[in-house]
Every structure is written in C-alpha cells, then in structure tokens.
C-alpha cells in the first residue's frame, strides 16, 4: 500500500513533509508548500490522460525550496510516476501515471483533509485493494489576492462564480500588505464602501456581532479575511441590512506550530504589538489552539485625542471523533479613547471660508479629560457533524457582553461671531448583552441531472440593552481659534459621580426559521432558492423617576411582529469563465430604541433587484465582476429634525440605484492588485417636506479604489515588494436637508517590504501627499481626514 500525505502549510511559516512510502519500505522526503485560502479545500478535479490521473487543487501554491515541481518514479507496483506541480492561479497538481493502464481515482472528506484514494490501474483493471495511493490534503492555506470561494452569500464553501449576488472577499495578504488597523479601512478596498448606500451588518463567522456597532468597535487582530455580499442578505442573517454583509472570518487553530510577533511604530506615537501563536496541545494532534493578542497606544493628529486598545483572542478546537470537531472560542477587548462626539470641526473655516481664518485641522472642541470606554466579553462555540459524505449538522452558540462609557462636552453650535463655540455635558453608560444560537443541517441530494445543496436552519436569538444618560446641565464655550480647557479638578467638579435622570431597557428576542436550495441544473445553470421567518418580540421600558430631557417613556411599549424574507437568483454560465446572473430579495432589520415621542421604532425592510456578469481572465489569475442594481428601504432612520443630536425619526422610504464594477487578481507573477468602481445614486423618496426628494448624506455618486503591489520573484532582491494605491471619494451632501456638501479627495498611499526566509519589514505611507479631506459629517460640521501618515513594521515568525 503507498500513502502520500499532502499538508499545505502558510508559506514562510511553518515545515511538513511529503511521505511517500509502502509498508514494507518507507521512504520519506522533507518538502516545504502552502496554500492560498484558508483551510477548507475545494474537492479536487480529476480528469485522465493517457495513462496519467490527473487532480488539481484549486485555492493552493506549491512552495518548494528549488523550482515549482516535485516527482518520484516507480514509487509502488503499477504507478510510473507521481508529480506534484505549482500552477498560476493558485493551483496544485497532481499527476500520477500508470504503468500499463490510467489509475482510478475515489475524493473524499476525512477529518484531516480531503483524501484521494487512488488505485494503480491494469491491463485488466484489476488492481487489488492493498495497491491504493491516499493523497492527504490538510493545514491552512496562506491566501493571495485571488479567492474562489465564500461562505457569506450561502453559509456553505461556495464558489463566488456560482453566487447570484455581488460577493468581494477581502484576504489577509491585502489587509497585511495595506497594513491596515480598521474595518473602514479595509472596506476601502471594496467597490461603494460595500454599503451601496445604506447600513450594512457587521458579523463574525455568520454570527451577529453586537447590538450596536458604534459600542463594538471591531479589531482586526484576529482576523483571517474579509467578506462582503452587497444587498439584502436577511435569509439567512435576519438582522442584515439592506446594504449589505461585512463578515469577519477569524483565524483558526492550526495542526503545524506557527509563531509570529509582529511590532509597529508610526506617526502621532502610535505603537502596535500583535503575537499569534498556534499549534497542537496534544501527540495525536486531537486538540489544537490558536492565541492572538494585540496592543494599540496610539495619539492623533487631533489634540488631546489618544486611543489605547487590548485585545486576546483564544481558541480551542477538538476532534471528538473522525466526523466530529468542537471549536470553542473567546475574546476580551478593551479600548479607552476621548468623547468622539466634540472631534468634528464646523464646516466655516472648514469645506467653507471663515472670515477669521482657516481652523487648524488638529483642533480640538472638547475637553482633554473627557473619556469615551468600551470592554467587550465573547464566548461561544461550534459543533460540527458530519453523518455522511452528504450530510451533516451545525450547531453553535455565542454570548456578548458589552460596556459603555461616553462623558464630556458635545460641540453644540457655533454662534454668529464665527468664533465660540457651544457644548452642553453629556455622560452616559450603556450595557448591551446579546446571545445567539443557531443550528443548521447541510445536504447534498441528486435528482437526475439536478443536484441540491440544502441548507436548513433555527437562529434563537435574545439582545438585551441598558442605556442610562445623566445632563448636568451644564454648556461652556471655547474659542475655536484660541482655546482654553478646564482644569482636571474644574472637569471633575462638573461631572463628579455619575447619577443618571435618564435611560431606557430594551430587550428583543427574535426566532428565526430558514432555508436554502442551491439547485446546479447539469453544468450551465444554478438556481437559488431561499426564504426565513422572523418574529421578533421587542420591549422598551422606561425607567420610573427619572425626568432627564430625554426620557419620554416611563412605562413598557411592546410590539410583536414578523415577516418572510426571500431570496431568489439564477446563474448561467454560457462557458466555463463567464456568469451571467439576476437576483431578488428582501430583508428585515428588527430596532431597538425610541423616538422623541416615545414611540418605538418598527422594522426595517427592504428589496432589491440585482443583475450582472462575473468572469475570469488569463486562465483565472483575474476575477471581474460587473453589477446593477436597485434597493428600496422602508422605515429608515433621519435625524429628528426638532432634536437632531439626540433623536431619530423613521421617514418612510428611501431608494438606491446603481452600478458597480471590481476586479480582483494576479495578471503576472508578483504582481497582485485590486480595484473597483461604484456608480450610487441615493436619493429620499418619501419623508419629512425639508428632505423628500433629496440625496442622502454622505453617500458619494462615484467612489473608486486601485491597489496593486509587485513583489520581486527571484535574483538577488528576491522578496522585495512595492505596492501603491488610489482611493477616490466624490462629493456628497453633509446633511439630510442638502444644505452643504463634503468636497470629493484623492488618496494616494504606499508600501515597499522585504520578505526574507522568516522576517518581513514593510513600511507604509498613507495620505502620501498630505491631502486635506473629511470623510463624514460629525458634531456641527465634518469629521477631518488623517494628514501624512508613516508606519514602520517588523515581524518574524518561528
């Protein structure tokens, strides 16, 4: 019997090998590879040739120390020759050639990888069972630019090309090369901001990630990739928006020993660690772990504005038994930074002139000692069962606890001298709970040329949020052009114990029931069929005694209410690199929280319409997508107009169209890029008289991004690797009422690396020509861009 055992490993990290043996006589040979994406594998294709068996490996590279190819002639009776070859495109083959007649060949799923069993053929075909070949694929895969599958869109490893929807996978390697530290900046990369105009829900591994995401700020240390379906997604997420999917896809426990320590220092005293280990706790490697901790200290260009974040990350994952793994996970993240709502600068002296001057961008409204604090707990885990090849079972759980602190003084107004500017006190504390459980069954049925992949799942979900707010009643004025603060002890006499006079509870519980049909009609054509149930139950209590400005509720409102969210989408592929699709779905996005009357805000909803072509170009090295698309949403949120600082109102409807393009790959060896365009014309068709009919606040017509880096492949400078990148923003409104608008910008940012055997150094420039910019409306004006930024990297892994 010949084993070979195949682990393709992350490239530059860790060791394996190739065994290739018999039983009576093993022989090993010591090989180093890695794979492209993570470590689920795509089932190989096989075709025959001659007296050659041939399978390729998508989403893998092949990294040996000299050249591309591995063989062994006459390894076992009635095999000539086994080769393994590293192709474009993230690909691996392996051939193995008969020595009378082909060899047959039998793919299946084992807890380890995917096993190819492979039997030596004969003249008569006739070759016994001790004369089988396994071909063992394991480990994870290092990722490129080029990603073929996604599990975002179907909650199944699906190939993006089959989705009916606009999918962008954002891999490791371009967060890495970008270096970038948050999910906005990742989200540059994608075509529209990923939102095509409207919120979009943020997710962690399909799970939702937190009441609300301005409380839970992401970290992005323990982040394997990002992905981002574009649309309504409510079939299978509930409480998506409209705008789409962010799914945050962690980094998992590996069976290879991996250790990396990676330090960076930049601009504004920001310094950063991060360490992530991971490897076996056991012999028969059954228990595998994986830890990632980060540390953030970090100024700004704005005065007195500083951040501090911490974050661990451990997992746990077990192998019950050959079909059956557990994974339990957790984190602790913590962050202290100033009170974000006094940063905004106001637009005179700003986007408009101001006849005293120009304001100094790192200007501050607030006051020094003013504190904003979250600390976030998660834990949780997976099950996973398989009972078949065709079937198999999903269950998981997973608890957040979130707590908020936000006091110091807003930037309320500026008066008519063009110079003062007024804020009242604000505290607040705010405590958030969130539980999820969802269980789902997978399956493959044939039904003559049909094939089904079923998917069918119970999400039971229970949110729980505690906001208390205290004014002091307090406002103070600070000079825009020469400001004074209050003393330490001055602040503390101002806010002193916090003894809130206004706050509501809210609690929602949501049972959701869904189902999915992805039907693949002989070759050409996918069909995609999916529905969920909601019902929600929602309760808002306000606080008896309290009588702060802002609570207008002292008794309990409740509503129940649910909805079916559909989803329907046809592909058809008239040759194999081309996708034509159109899709149809809604979604529903349960609220929680009340208006100025007390009122509590109802569901929102929304439809689109999506068609658009997907294709691959030089063999599969470059991924295109073209997409249109429109979405209307009922129940959206405006700011009240009598209160905007504080309350919300639900207007009625609001309509989205658009164009997007992206493309995403590696034409030539070394040279990886991405881009994307994105046409959004946003506009309000139904709400209050001052904003119907208008654009919606900061949301751009046209955005675009190109990024692409060159990495030398041989030679002396081998490693080296220099990249750069433009991202564009065009005008947008600042406001719902279209009273001013945010001009357009250009960035340009920059990298240059050098990789060598374990160490990497890369330094990056952002905002390479110190463009001044504002990226949203914030306070009474904009939130200010950063200036010229440089962050330097080492990192080395053992």
């Known amino acids: 019997m010949l084993i070979l055992n195949l682990h393709l490993l992350q490239r530059n990290k860790s060791k394996s090998s190739w065994n290739v043996s018999s039983l009576s006589n093993p022989t090993v040979l010591l090989l180093e590879f890695c794979q492209s994406t993570r470590g689920e594998l795509s089932t190989p294709a096989t075709q025959t ?62 807890a380890q990888g995917l096993v190819l069993s492979v039997t030596p053929g004969t003249e008569t075909d006739a070759a016994q069972e001790e004369d089988a070949i396994q071909v063992v694929v394991t480990g994870e895969q290092e990722e490129g630019y080029v990603v073929e599958n996604a599990t975002t869109a179907t909650r199944t490893d699906t190939p993006i090309r089959d989705v009916p929807q606009s999918i962008q996978v954002i891999p490791r390697q371009v967060i890495e090369d970008q270096n970038a530290n948050s999910l906005e900046e990742v989200l540059r990369n994608v075509n529209g901001g990923g939102s095509r105009g409207f919120d979009r829900g943020i997710f962690t591994d399909g799970a939702t990630r937190a009441n609300n995401n301005f409380r839970y700020v992401p970290n992005l240390g323990n982040v394997e990739r990002v992905e981002v379906l574009d649309g309504p997604a409510s079939v299978l997420y509930g409480r998506g928006g409209p705008g789409g999917v962010v799914n945050l896809t962690t980094k998992q426990p590996l069976r290879d020993p991996f250790y990396e320590i990676e330090g960076t220092i930049g601009s504004y005293d920001d310094y950063r660690g991060r360490i992530d280990l991971t490897g076996p706790l056991n012999d028969n490697e059954s228990i595998l772990y994986r830890l990632n901790i980060n540390y953030e200290n970090s100024g700004s260009f704005i005065d007195f504005v ?66 904003s604090n979250s600390t976030a707990f998660n834990v949780g885990y997976r099950l996973e069962h398989e009972f ?100 330490e002890s001055e602040y503390d006499a101002i806010f002193g114990d916090f003894e809130p006079t206004a ?31 909601n019902q929600i139950f929602q309760n808002t209590e306000g606080i008896p005694g309290f009588t702060g400005p802002t609570t207008f509720i002292t008794g309990s409102e409740y509503i129940e209410d649910s909805a079916f969210s559909p989803r329907v989408g046809i592909v058809y592929q008239p040759i194999e690199p081309v996708s034509l699709y159109t899709s149809w779905s809604r979604s529903f996005e349960p609220q929680t929280g009340i208006d100025r009357e007390g009122n509590p805000f109802v569901p929102i909803t929304g439809e689109q319409f999506e068609v658009g072509v997907k294709t691959e170009f030089l063999d599969g090295r470059l991924a295109a997508n073209l997409a249109a698309y429109q979405i209307t949403r009922q129940n959206d949120f405006l700011p009240d107009p009598v209160d905007p600082d504080n309350f919300s109102i639900q207007t009625g409807e609001q309509r989205s169209r658009g164009i997007e393009f992206d493309v995403v790959g590696e034409p030539l060896p070394g040279l990886r890029l991405i881009a994307g365009y994105a046409y959004t014309d946003s506009i309000i068709t139904e709400g209050t008289p001052d904003v119907e009919g208008n654009q919606r606040d900061n949301v751009p017509e046209h955005q675009a991004n190109l990024w692409a880096v060159y990495e030398i492949q041989s030679g002396a400078l081998e490693g080296l690797g220099l990249g750069a990148g433009l991202f564009f923003v065009g005008d947008r409104p600042g406001d719902s009422q279209n009273t001013f608008t945010l001009p357009s910008y250009l960035l340009t940012n920059a990298v240059v690396y050098y990789r060598r055997d374990r160490w990497r150094v890369q330094l990056n420039v952002d905002n390479l020509f110190d463009v001044t910019y504002y990226t949203e409306p914030r306070g009474i004006g904009v939130l200010v861009g950063e200036p010229l930024t440089i962050r330097g990297t080492v990192a080395v892994t053992f």
Do not use: C
């Open 49 to 110: 040739i001659g007296n050659a068996l041939i399978a390729n490996i998508s989403n893998a590279v092949l990294a040996l120390p000299e050249g591309d190819e591995f063989s062994q002639a006459n390894p076992v009776e009635g095999v000539a020759l086994v080769s393994v070859t590293g192709l474009p495109n993230n690909h691996v083959r392996v051939a193995i050639t008969g020595t009378d007649a082909p060899p047959t060949a039998e793919v299946r799923a084992e």
């Open 388 to 487: 078949s090849e065709d079937w198999a079972l999903r269950n998981r759980f997973r608890a957040t606890f979130v707590d908020f602190s936000n006091r110091g003084f807003r930037a309320d107004s500026l008066e008519a001298n063009n110079r003062t500017v007024i804020g009242g006190a604000f505290d607040s504390r705010a405590e958030d709970e969130l539980y999820t459980m969802q269980t789902e069954v997978l399956g493959e049925v044939q039904t003559g040329i049909v094939q089904h992949d079923l998917l069918v799942g119970l999400e039971l979900q229970r949110s729980i949020e505690r906001s208390r707010r205290d004014f002091p009643g307090i406002t103070r004025s600070i000079d825009l052009f020469d400001p004074e603060y209050l003393s």
């Open 503 to 533: 706050g509501e509870d809210y609690s929602l519980h949501t049972i959701g029931v869904y189902a999915q049909n992805l039907l693949s009609i002989g070759e050409q054509v996918k069909v995609l069929l999916g529905g969920r149930f």
């Open 306 to 371: 500083d951040n501090e974040e911490f974050a661990v990350f451990p997992v746990l994952g077990f192998q019950l038994g050959e079909n059956t793994n557990l994974t339990l996970e957790g984190s602790y993240e913590r962050q202290s930074s100033v009170f974000t709502s006094a940063v905004g600068l106001p637009t005179l002296g700003t986007i408009f002139p101001n006849p005293l001057g120009e304001v100094p961008r790192s200007r501050f409204l607030g006051e020094p000692e003013s504190e």
